[in-house]
């Protein structure tokens, strides 16, 4: 029999549907950031860190690149007999076969999985969040409350606050009512969606509530743990946290590490960002090449200009190619002579000569307005772009693309070019 103090179950599954076409194809947690990273990298290394052994990672929308990263675990030291990390998608079962219908439905379908742990504790974490945090003192603060349930939050504006799960706790932290999403929120204390229980209340309110559809946390768990009169208590936690679940706060997350003091330092001795790490050569910076504030990956081979960018492993940025406020993935190709302002571009993609990205007078897209804004030009995983082209602002391209799909040799700001069995 296995004995761990604190298991964690990490939510991998998700779509990810407002970061538009960069997650067409891959799991949201498994999009890349900041270079070399990959967001799920950051809650995994906050459990190893923390001196959490044992860490179930949930899959369900498109979860082949998570599993090739995650592996068995080795780049986080999680590679063990007893614990170490485990992919849990759905699976078939005897009386029935279903799909992770909601988070806490997720957890429940993985009941067995936990019970062979005799946990005293189970921490439920989100895997698309970036932040660092000591889930240890989250848990000392547990313990010294005797909380049925703790809930991380953190303070928010308050014109922010209705987007948020809000909670009002007493000046002893234990919850007396929460709000999900209200119009009109009566605190700004959010949560972060992480979530310390006891076992057997967690236990309890999941086989409870089994028959819930869409069965969630804050919906449903919360209101039932709190209607048993149970303990809650929020745990205040004041670092860097940032849910980079839209293209403008992923574009932003990725430009906040390149700061002269960045607010979330990749590089804390104490506090390491673990991931699984390629043999791929050094980068090179050619002669001719201008850089100045930007992150590049490994294999890199630099012949233009870059600024204030995140450059990923193995891209090639050809000659007279000018970068400026721009995320470029790994394994892409920029032509020479291509210019680029204020781009995301996803893995593998080529664009070709002399394109000119970024381009012109700000319009809402035409098809999802709220998902490419910013300003930003999106262009989706093993897209191609030919030579020659301009691309507008809030745009976004899936797809091996041809001159023909750009009318005068322009994509204008708010368009749209989805190529459909091209980018697969």
């Known amino acids: 029999m296995i004995k761990k103090e604190m298991i964690a179950m990490l939510l991998a599954g998700g779509q990810g549907s407002r970061l538009g076409v960069l997650t067409e194809e891959v799991a949201k947690p498994a999009v890349a950031f900041g270079g070399k990273y990959r967001i799920i990298d950051f809650p995994l290394s906050n459990c190893i860190n923390s001196g959490i052994d044992t860490v179930g990672v949930l899959t369900q929308y498109q979860p082949l690149r998570l599993n090739t990263h995650i592996g068995i675990g080795i780049p986080w030291d999680l590679d063990r007999n007893e614990g170490g990390v485990s992919v849990l998608p759905p699976y078939e079962k005897s009386t029935n076969s279903e799909w992770y219908t909601g988070t806490a439905n ?7 999985y936990m019970e062979q742990y005799h946990p005293d504790y189970v921490l439920i974490l989100s895997g698309d969040h970036i932040y660092k945090m000591d ?9 010294a409350n005797k909380a049925d349930i703790t809930i991380a939050c953190m303070p928010v504006p308050m014109e922010e606050a209705s987007r948020f799960g809000i909670m009002v706790a007493d000046e002893m932290g234990r919850i007396r009512e929460f709000e999900e999403k209200p119009e009109h929120p009566s605190s700004n204390l959010a949560s972060m969606g992480i979530y310390i229980f006891s076992w057997p209340v967690l236990r309890e309110a999941l086989i409870a509530l ?21 303990r809650l208590f929020a ?16 574009w932003e997350a990725n430009m906040e590490l390149i700061d002269i003091i960045p607010e979330f330092n990749l590089y804390e001795e104490f506090w390491k960002i673990y991931t699984k790490g390629d043999i791929i050569p050094p980068q090179y910076i050619s002669e001719d090449a201008i850089v100045d504030r930007c992150l590049i990956g490994e294999g890199t081979e630099v012949y233009g200009e870059i600024h204030n960018s995140v450059i990923g492993p193995n891209v090639i940025i050809g000659k007279g190619a000018v970068i400026r406020d721009s995320i470029i993935m790994r394994n892409s190709v920029i032509g020479d002579g291509t210019v680029m302002d204020k781009s995301i571009i996803a893995e593998d993609v ?39 082209v301009q691309i507008g602002k809030n ?12 009318p005068d040799g322009k994509l204008v700001s708010g368009g749209v070019i989805r190529k459909v069995g091209d980018a697969v």
């Not at 997720?106 to 067995?112: D, E, G, R, S, V």
């Not at 745990?235 to 992923?250: A, I, M, P």
């Open 395 to 406: 745009t976004a391209i899936s797809g091996r693309t041809e001159v023909s799909d750009y």
């Open 106 to 112: 997720a957890i429940y379908q993985n009941l067995a």
């Open 135 to 143: 889930y240890e003192v989250m848990l000392d603060f547990h313990k």
């Open 350 to 388: 080529v664009i070709g000569k002399n394109c000119v990205l970024g381009c012109g007078e700000e319009h809402p897209n035409v098809e999802k307005p709220a998902v490419y804004a910013f300003g930003i030009a999106t262009i989706g995983e093993k897209s191609v772009i030919p030579d020659g």
């Open 210 to 230: 089994k028959n819930q559809n869409n069965c969630d946390f804050g919906k449903h768990i919360l209101p039932y743990c709190k209607n048993k009169d149970m």
């Open 235 to 250: 745990y205040e936690y004041n670092g860097y946290w940032k849910d980079v679940g839209t293209l403008g706060s992923y």
